[in-house]
């Protein structure tokens, strides 16, 4: 069963445009700056706001069809939410929370239902109520009861946000293991490039109520569209004009292997950025002196922050730190290869 | 726990006026009471038919308030438009009125030959003013608002996130409210149901108005203390401290609904 949305709503200050399609047995991870519109096109889908105009459907369902077409309640929807602070009845124990959403069923067997799913979800104290859980267990009694509902489609807003780094990890890993198991349409808000790398199979970026990007990690990475999606990447990114070859960035200018003119986005991976202790030789067209100004460790490679008229960052292993003295700060030479900037058209 | 912030020294005095203000009166009424005829004044039919009959309306009142008044409370906590404000308005207009005038306004509408009490009479085989019903109608009219009010700001500071999440699991609004709304605004229930039940139970100047002063009928117990003055002051006081005692029998165990927790 698709889920194909084409959201249209206006909403204080925020306009919402934005079309996009989650497959069956496909996680997508919606990603956005704040205010981007993400929660709000959840909750259109989840049917807690009604569009303005444009369509929802769910498989052959039409849920929503703007004002003049059908609107189906979120009641009978059959999409499943699991909300950021996890929402949970706090007069209610988690047992009770899980069995609220069965349906069709006697209480007794709602009672097993439940159960069945605590222990799936690792939840050893079904008695226990919301104010006695941690976040991280709170947050897997939502998923339970998200999941014990038996909805046709799942969206999950922001789910890893409020759980501290301890129990983050785990529950991650736990819902990786929901959603691939999960037949229907997954659909994730999430704002961690990490988190989304982990559980989704696609991403749709989204910029003031707009579609800016959508693909596999790889076509962002390789060809982010916008500075937010670069930046989310840990990719280097410059708006320039460009002329004959040249970008011209402010004071700095970048030799680039396209024939585009006018405004750009140019954008190149850490990785792409070489540096040496000497003034290189051979082909890169882009070389320049620059600044050392820190060192960030990740765990197998280092990025180097450069200053001067282009600032950049580049990534390189840690043999390569000591190799060329960058603890010591100075300054060292910048060599980028014309191909390896990625440049679009604005 | 953080320590309380120093009290300034200048309001000491003010603020042990204010006690004294308060405790005086109490004081007085003990002073004065007949301690050693207080048994067999209590025991007396008069007395005894005023404290049934101001429990038994005060407690019918209270019910009415919860019946009406909380899908009322709900209605107008549903949104906001024109003709909400002008319900509200309309439903604090009692809290601000005297009460006598509530009750000369009630004998105007539920009255024998107001707006729709001669219409009523034959329905109901009876006529409100100057019966039990018309005690229970008074005592409602001005204790209601009190109830609907504080439920309405208890369902205004719920956090509408539940109800949602409830919706997207199954749960139509009839189910929401009764497993979500409900539960959740127990303790706002709660302490508006004691200040219904309060104000009832002290109601005079609309119960006197639109019931009269009927012994064994219409006379509540504020009523029997404020006839009793004029013939007997000794069961004026009796009458008082009683009154006085059923308050706080039930202030002191809902003590922690009532006032704001510290």
Redesign the interface.
């Known amino acids: 069963m698709k889920l194909a949305a084409d959201l249209h709503l206006r909403r204080g200050t925020l306009r919402l445009d934005a079309g996009f399609v989650v497959a069956p047995g496909s996680t997508v991870a919606l990603l956005g700056p704040n205010g981007a519109g993400k929660t709000t096109a959840l909750r259109c889908l989840a049917g807690l706001l009604r569009l303005d105009a444009g369509s929802i459907t769910l498989g052959e369902r039409r849920l929503d069809g703007g004002p003049d077409g059908p609107f189906v309640p979120p009641e009978h929807r059959g999409i499943g939410l699991l909300f950021q602070d996890h929402l949970l009845f706090p007069h209610r124990t988690a047992l009770q929370n899980v069995a609220y959403g069965v349906r069709g069923a006697s209480r007794k067997r709602a009672r097993a239902i439940a159960g069945a799913w605590l222990e799936r979800v690792g939840i050893a104290t079904p008695e226990l109520r919301p104010a006695q859980l941690s976040g991280g267990q709170a947050q897997r009694v939502a998923l339970a009861r998200a999941l014990a509902s038996n909805p046709s489609a799942l969206l999950l807003d922001e789910p890893l946000a409020a759980i501290d780094a301890s129990a983050r990890f785990e529950l991650r890993r736990l819902l990786r293991e929901h959603l691939r198991a999960f037949p229907g349409p997954r659909l994730l808000v999430l704002h961690d490039i990490a988190d989304a790398l982990a559980l989704a199979d696609r991403l749709v970026v989204l910029e003031q109520g707009q579609v800016v990007q959508a693909g596999s990690i790889n076509d962002l990475v390789c060809r982010p569209r916008s500075r937010y999606v670069a930046d989310l990447l840990g990719v280097n990114s410059f708006v320039g004009d460009c002329r004959d070859g040249h970008v011209r960035l402010g004071a700095a200018s970048l030799t680039v292997a396209t024939a585009t003119t006018g405004e750009v986005l140019v954008t190149v991976h850490p990785r792409a950025v070489s540096l040496f202790r000497s003034r290189p030789e051979g082909s890169p067209r882009n070389v320049w002196l620059a600044p050392v100004l820190g060192l960030e460790h990740q765990l197998e490679r280092v990025r180097v922050e450069l200053g001067g008229a282009l600032p950049v960052v580049a990534e390189v292993t840690r043999a390569a730190v000591d190799e060329l003295r960058l603890a010591d700060g100075g300054e060292v030479w910048v060599a980028i290869k014309a191909t390896e900037l990625v440049v679009t058209a604005r | 726990m953080t320590p309380a912030p120093r009290f300034p020294v200048l309001l000491w005095l003010p603020a042990a006026l204010a006690a004294a203000f308060f405790l005086l009166p109490l004081v007085g009424l003990c002073q004065r009471a007949p301690w050693s005829s207080l048994a067999t004044r209590l025991a007396s039919p008069a007395i005894r038919d005023a404290l049934w009959l101001s429990l038994q309306c005060s407690a019918a009142a209270t019910t009415l308030s919860l019946l009406f008044g909380l899908p009322l409370a709900a209605w107008l906590a549903a949104g906001s438009s024109r003709l909400r404000t002008a319900v509200r308005v309309l439903v604090t207009l009692p809290m601000v009125l005297p009460p006598v005038v509530g009750g000369v306004a009630m004998l105007l509408a539920y009255g024998r030959n107001g707006l729709i009490g001669s219409a009523a009479e034959p329905w109901l085989g009876f006529a409100l003013p100057f019966t039990t019903p018309g005690v229970v109608l008074a005592e409602t009219y001005v204790a209601m608002p009190f109830f609907v009010l504080a439920v309405e700001g208890g369902l205004r500071g719920l956090?509408p996130?539940?109800a949602?999440?409830?919706?997207?699991?199954?749960?139509?609004p009839g189910r929401v409210f009764r497993?979500?709304t409900v539960?959740?605004l127990?303790p706002t229930l709660r302490s508006g149901l004691l200040l219904a039940w309060a104000r009832a139970l002290g109601e005079f100047g609309a119960t006197i108005t639109f019931a009269g002063n009927l012994a064994g009928a219409t006379r509540t117990m504020p009523l029997a203390v404020y006839t009793a003055l004029e013939t007997d002051p000794d069961a004026a006081i009796t009458l008082s401290l009683l009154m006085v005692g059923i308050a706080a029998a039930v202030l002191f165990p809902l003590r922690r609904h009532w006032l704001p927790s510290r």
């Open positions: 956090d996130r539940y949602e999440a409830a919706a997207t699991l199954g749960a139509g497993t979500v539960p959740m127990l």
